[in-house]
């Protein structure tokens, strides 16, 4: 009878001890897979995160051999099991941002359902032409600038936004924003018109018409606005100038538009055979607005054009003192005395340079 209690009690031991051994060794299997599902599976030999750009057609196989240079990939075989459990057949074609360590669930749901990391476009209101502009907006974008520049003069595609070939850069405010690397021009047109509109908000758009302008118009003044002056205290009153100009019909006479119409935009000098220019651009030969801006103006100077003061500036010169600033005149008598000024200015640092 005791010989069979200790058999007994044996067997027992034993049945548990095994047991005991199986449960540890399934714990840890769940614990390690848990980690690599979850919590760490990849991990940066730098320590910092890594981005990718990854094109249709592109392979698990190339994405993971792009993710080697980067990462260490702790244990492959359960990535493998991982991907199979999530039917992990090919990456979506984006952008993608992935952490300094990442789990494999993480991992294959970001490139499995395209779960991208916006990209940041940015421009400001240096770029003048559509090249530059098409240039600057897909410096970081799947989309060639070539591709971008056909759209932004494609009559019948901008036909839509209410925009033509010379006026498609109004479309494009500068400032920065967060879109996706993959974009197509129709999409980028989309959310372009998005903040327009949310900048041409009714407020904004009833000043426009109390000056008798569109926004496109007011662009194209805040574009030579900001060509006359680099000097932002004067700019209120060169809208005003110009304002004043539109009003009365006048020709303009914007030298800002002269450069842009010979495409030199660091002349210093406007000589009479520039002003000869034949170009819809040239506001000397030509009356009233030019056919679209000049520059992408920014947003702050849209706002200067639509809250300019009221004044009767009519012409402004260089001011003799060469110290960034101009004199502004409401007569022309006015404006030629102070263009008298200024060329003997000049005419005497000319001749104290040659003696």
């Known amino acids: 009878m005791g010989q069979y209690k200790w058999t007994k009690a044996r067997i027992i031991r034993w049945t548990l001890g095994i047991s005991g051994w199986l449960i540890c060794i399934v714990l840890v299997f769940v614990i390690e897979q848990y980690y690599r599902w979850q919590v760490c599976n990849f991990e940066s030999y730098d320590g910092q995160s890594h981005s990718y750009n990854i094109v249709e057609g592109t392979s698990i196989d190339s994405l993971l051999t792009l993710m080697r240079e980067d990462y260490e990939i702790s244990a492959e075989r359960d990535l493998k099991l991982h991907m199979r459990i999530l039917l992990f057949r090919y990456p979506e074609p984006g952008h993608y941002t992935v952490p300094a360590q990442i789990g494999d669930r993480e991992l294959i749901e970001k490139f499995k359902y395209g779960r991208q990391t916006p990209v940041r476009i940015t421009w400001n209101n240096f770029v003048r032409t559509r090249e530059e502009l098409a240039g600057k907006v897909t410096t970081h974008l799947l989309m060639d600038s070539v591709t971008l520049l056909q759209r932004l003069e494609d009559e019948e595609f901008l036909a839509p936004y209410g925009l033509n070939k010379e006026t498609s850069r109004c479309l494009f405010i500068p400032n920065t924003y967060e879109v996706y690397w993959n974009i197509t021009p129709e999409q980028l047109f989309d959310r372009m018109q998005r903040e327009y509109n949310k900048f041409w908000n009714e407020e904004r758009r009833a000043k426009a018409e109390a000056i008798g302008l569109t926004p496109v118009e007011v662009a194209i003044v805040a574009s030579i606005v900001e060509g006359e002056s680099h000097n932002k205290q004067e700019l209120p009153l060169i809208a005003s100038l110009y304002l004043n100009r539109v009003r009365k019909g006048m020709p303009l006479q914007a030298c800002p538009t002269i ?19 034949d170009s819809p651009y040239n506001t000397y030969k030509h009356p009233g607005l030019p056919p679209g801006p000049i520059r992408c103006p920014s947003p702050e100077t849209l706002d200067i054009v639509l809250n300019a003061p009221k004044t009767d500036y009519l012409y402004m010169c260089a001011s003799p003192e060469l110290n960034n600033t101009h004199i502004f005149s ?3 008598s006015g404006h030629a005395a102070a263009a008298r ?3 003997h200015t000049m005419d005497t640092i000319r001749w104290e340079l040659m003696e």
């Open 330 to 332: 409401a007569s022309y």
């Open 341 to 343: 000024q200024y060329r």
């Open 259 to 277: 450069k842009y119409a010979v495409g030199d935009f660091k002349l210093r000098r406007i000589l009479y055979s520039h002003l000869a220019v």
